[in-house]
C-alpha cells in the first residue's frame, strides 16, 4: 500500500521561502499524479498545485508565480517549492496520490 510522508514545513516571515517534501512508498509513484493541497483554520481544503505523471503541473490561482511543483520518480518523492510566502499561506499542507493522503505538515507565514 502507498504511503505518503510530508516533511519540510515550519515558521517563516512574510516574503521567505520553503520547500515542502513528500516521500512516497510504493512502486506506483512514478505514473501517478501528485498534489499539493492546504487547509487553513476554519477554511475546506484546497488544491495548491498537482502534476501529472509525465510532468504537466496546474497551480491555484493564488499561488500561481510563486510556487513550484515537481517530482523526482528515482526518489519517489515530489517537492513543492513556496517563494514570497505571504500570511495568507498559512495552513497545514497535505500530499496526496488517488486517494491516499499524507499526516499533513504545518507552515506558518507571520507578518
Known amino acids: 500500500q502507498v504511503q505518503l510522508v510530508e516533511s519540510g514545513g515550519g515558521l517563516v516571515q512574510a516574503g521567505g521561502s520553503l520547500r515542502l517534501s513528500c516521500a512516497a512508498s510504493?512502486?506506483?509513484?512514478?505514473?501517478?499524479?501528485m498534489g499539493w493541497y492546504r487547509q487553513a483554520p476554519g477554511k475546506q481544503r484546497e488544491l495548491v498545485a498537482a502534476?501529472?505523471?509525465?510532468?504537466?503541473?496546474n497551480y491555484a490561482d493564488s499561488v500561481k508565480g510563486r510556487f513550484t511543483i515537481s517530482r523526482d520518480n528515482a526518489k519517489n518523492t515530489v517537492y513543492l517549492q513556496m517563494n514570497s510566502l505571504k500570511p495568507e499561506d498559512t495552513a497545514v499542507y497535505y500530499c496526496?496520490?488517488?486517494?491516499?493522503w499524507g499526516q499533513g505538515t504545518q507552515v506558518t507565514v507571520s507578518a
Open positions: 496526496k496520490t488517488m486517494t491516499i
Open positions: 510504493g512502486s506506483i509513484f512514478s505514473i501517478n499524479a
Open positions: 502534476i501529472t505523471g509525465g510532468g504537466s503541473t
